[in-house]
């Protein structure tokens, strides 16, 4: 099957509630690659790559996020697959 990347952002209570490690884990336990970061402006970015079925479970549980946050809003994007990548991250 053909792989997809998907960019988006987080807004909401997002950071300082384990936003970027739950969806660390999320997303590998979905075996997808790619990364999540912190922005200076208080939301959290990332770029998800996989399946198209296990980047949209990502994606609808970036919607809710782990128990403590509180998500506003998402916004994202198709963009272009990334050759090689093999793990999801956390970016400091």
Known sequence: MALIR?????????QGVYFRASTVDEARKLGLCGWVRNRNDGKVETEIQGEETEVRRLLNWLHKGPPMSTVS???SHSIAPVEGERKFVMHY
Not at 6 to 14: E, F, K, Q, Y
């Open 6 to 14: 998907i960019h988006a952002v987080i807004s909401g209570r997002v």
């Open 73 to 75: 809003g998402v916004i």
